[in-house]
Nanobody, 125 residues
Framework: QVQLVESGGGLVQAGGSLRLSCAAS????????MGWFRQAPGKEREFVGA???????AYADSVKGRFTISKDNGKNTVYLQMNSLKPEDTAVYYC???????????????????WGQGTQVTVSS
């Protein structure tokens, strides 16, 4: 049984930072690409960024230069470091595991088969 558990969300002022964690279990973490998505109230879920199984990363234009994704294969954990946060970053953040091993990252939700429960990030102005 694959499980993804996010943590690290909370309330932060604009300009502040948060680091989200996603702990994975149930599959060989090191050979799966991982993605981060978010869903703001009243909006559809959107791609934030992803890290491939080999360590390369990609980001949405809206977070590029402010957010950084990394992974620790020894801890089966992927991180989302969020700096210079803006009120428009307020959302529930989800991590997801890519369908199939040794596949590159993707920005499409349908390319991920397991999802975490989400963690709330609220940025006040």
């Amino acid at each position: 049984q694959v499980q993804l558990v996010e943590s690290g969300g909370g309330l932060v002022q604009a300009g502040g930072s948060l680091r989200l964690s996603c702990a994975a279990s149930g599959r060989s973490f090191s050979v799966y690409s991982m993605g981060w998505f978010r869903q703001a109230p009243g909006k559809e879920r959107e791609f934030v960024g992803a890290v491939s199984w080999s360590g390369s990363t990609a980001y949405a234009d809206s977070v590029k230069g402010r957010f950084t994704i990394s992974k620790d294969n020894g801890k089966n954990t992927v991180y989302l470091q969020m700096n210079s946060l803006k009120p428009e970053d307020t959302a529930v953040y989800y991590c997801a595991s890519r369908t199939g091993p040794y596949r590159g990252y993707s920005s499409k939700e349908t390319d991920y088969d397991y999802w975490g429960q989400g963690t709330q990030v609220t940025v006040s102005s």
